[in-house]
């Protein structure tokens, strides 16, 4: 069974970095893509960033974030530097193959002085 833990979520001030990291446990093999999504209390879920044939980010957070991944461990990072407030949010881990797509349980990042 397949599972993706993330870690690395936290409050941090204003204007401060953030390191996000999911590894992925179990059998999984030929991921396609690896990336990160987030959800704000009373909106949906979006997309932030996805590494798969290529690299794509949110409009709002271009410049700012960096994901990167490891194939060989079958894990992925976020780095957030400089955050808003506006970047508060569960944010939760996606890894998808050709037949299946996971989700990790969400790690709480809050922005806030």
């Known amino acids: 069974q397949v599972q993706l833990m993330e870690s690395g979520g936290g409050l941090v001030q204003p204007g401060g970095p953030l390191r996000l990291t999911c590894a992925a446990s179990?059998?999984?093999?030929?991921?396609?893509?690896k990336g990160w999504y987030r959800q704000a209390p009373g909106k949906e879920r979006e997309l932030v960033a996805i590494s798969g044939i290529r690299i794509n980010y949110a409009d709002a957070v271009k410049g700012r974030f960096t994901i990167s991944r490891d194939n060989a461990k079958n894990t992925v990072y976020l780095q957030m530097n400089f955050l808003k407030p506006e970047d508060t949010a569960v944010y939760y881990c996606?890894?998808?193959?050709?037949?299946?797509?996971?989700w990790g349980q969400g790690t709480q990042v809050t922005v806030s002085s």
């Open positions: 996606y890894m998808a193959t050709s037949y299946e797509s996971y």
């Open positions: 179990g059998s999984i093999f030929r991921i396609n893509a």
